[in-house]
Structure formats: C-alpha cells, structure tokens
C-alpha cells in the first residue's frame, strides 16, 4: 500500500534562518506531488506541485522554493524565513487528478 | 485570485440539526472532491464527484456536483459530534493552464453543540 512520511512534525525557527522541509512517497511510482501551506483556522494555499521529477509549478512567489530530485520526494526550502512562512505545511501525492489526494501529517511552522 | 469559494466559513450546529455546505467555481470543473480535516489533522479524502448532476451518499453525508459543473454541495442530517471539523471542497479546474493542480475552497468550520 501507499504511504507517504513528511518530517519534521514540528519546528521552530528563528527570522532569516533557512528551511528543509521533506516528503517521500512509497508505494507508488511516477505521483504527482504537492506543497500546501494552511494558515491557523484558514485554508489550504497551493504553494508548488510536480508531475514528473526535476518538473515544478509554482502558484505563489515568495521567498520558498521546491525541488523534487527523485520521483518520490519532493523538498520544500527557503534561504531565508520571514515571520510569514509561519503556518502549517501539508505535503500530498495523487496518481492523477481524476484520484484522491493523500496528504502526510504536516509541518507546523513557527518562526519566531 | 481564488476560483473556488465555499460558504458558509463556519457552521455552528445543534447535535441533531442538519446543514449544508456550498462549493462554488468561476469556471467548469473537471471534477470536484470533498476532504474532512479534524481538529490538529491533516485533510481526509471523503468523496470524488465527476458527471454533471451527480449525487452521491455516504452514512448521513449527501454530496451533489451541479449540472454545470460549477458547484457543489455537502449536506449532512442529524449532526454528530464526530462530524466536527473542517470540510474542504478541492475542484480540479477544466482549463489548460490547470493541469495537475487541484483548487481548494477555503473551508467551512463545523462546530457540533451537544
């Protein structure tokens, strides 16, 4: 069966520190990959998606970036946080848009 | 700005009272899914609607996908307290700038009073 693991759970930062967010996939071959960011009682912002390796789409300029250097594992980064990339990362996988979306545990983000 | 709008943005609801939640697109989707994402969790897939006009239940949840395809709704009936949460409208947009990404409604918030 399919699973998918996004680590860390939790992580605090300071301002101006840089990020690694990672989420693989098993079970699966060739899924389409997506970064999601979820501000507290809000919703689910599409940040970068991927249907093949070294293939990302971005959906909102800001100072993060995503790499997907294997077929399952896609990377979120950022040089240099800002206290508004606080919030709560959600990375998820389909086989196709026509399938569900899976999505790991999430990344609750603090930057302080 | 955002395609996909979903009202109301919170629910407040009697346990035993029924309610409905409303997915709207500017453009035809492709298909529409709905996710329940509990309190401190990570969204949950309930359901996929594709054709026009489609009606589909699960339990106490009736979900429907307009005729044009540009809206949906969730209704559930004698609410539970394990019907609390937050409940998501994705639609897969029909245009070709769109492919592989799926457009989220910003949720409504369900809170379930005993």
């Known amino acids: 069966s399919q699973t998918i693991h996004q680590w860390p759970a939790t992580l605090v930062q300071p301002v101006g520190s840089p990020l690694s967010l990672e989420c693989t996939v098993e079970?699966?071959?060739?899924?389409?990959l997506y970064w999601y960011r979820q501000a507290a009682g809000r919703g689910l912002q599409l940040l970068f998606y991927?249907?093949?390796?070294?293939?990302i789409s971005s959906e909102v300029p800001q100072n993060l970036s995503a790499s997907r250097p294997q077929d399952r594992q896609f990377i979120l980064s950022s040089k240099k946080l800002l206290l508004s990339d606080s919030g709560f990362y959600l990375c998820?996988?389909?086989?196709?848009?026509?399938?569900?979306?899976?999505f790991g545990d999430g990344t609750r983000l603090s930057i302080l | 700005g955002q395609q996909v709008m979903q009202i109301p943005q919170y629910q407040h609801v009697q346990e035993g009272e029924d309610f409905t939640t409303y997915c709207n697109s500017s453009?035809?989707?492709?298909?529409i899914q709905w996710y329940k994402q509990r309190p401190g969790g990570h969204p949950v897939f309930l359901i996929q609607?594709?054709?026009?006009?489609e009606v589909k239940k699960q339990k106490r949840l009736t979900f429907q996908f307009g005729e044009a395809k540009k809206n949906s709704s969730l209704h559930i009936t004698a609410t539970q307290t394990t019907d609390v949460g937050t409940y998501f409208c994705?639609?897969?947009?029909?245009?070709?700038?769109?492919?592989?990404?799926?457009?989220f409604g910003a949720g409504t918030q369900v809170v379930v009073t005993p």
């Open positions: 994705a639609g897969v947009l029909m245009t070709t700038d769109s492919w592989g990404k799926f457009q």
């Open positions: 991927s249907v093949g390796i070294g293939q």
């Open positions: 609607l594709v054709k026009s006009g």
């Open positions: 079970g699966t071959s060739n899924p389409n």
């Open positions: 998820a996988w389909t086989q196709d848009t026509n399938q569900p979306q899976h």
């Open positions: 453009t035809t989707l492709s298909n």
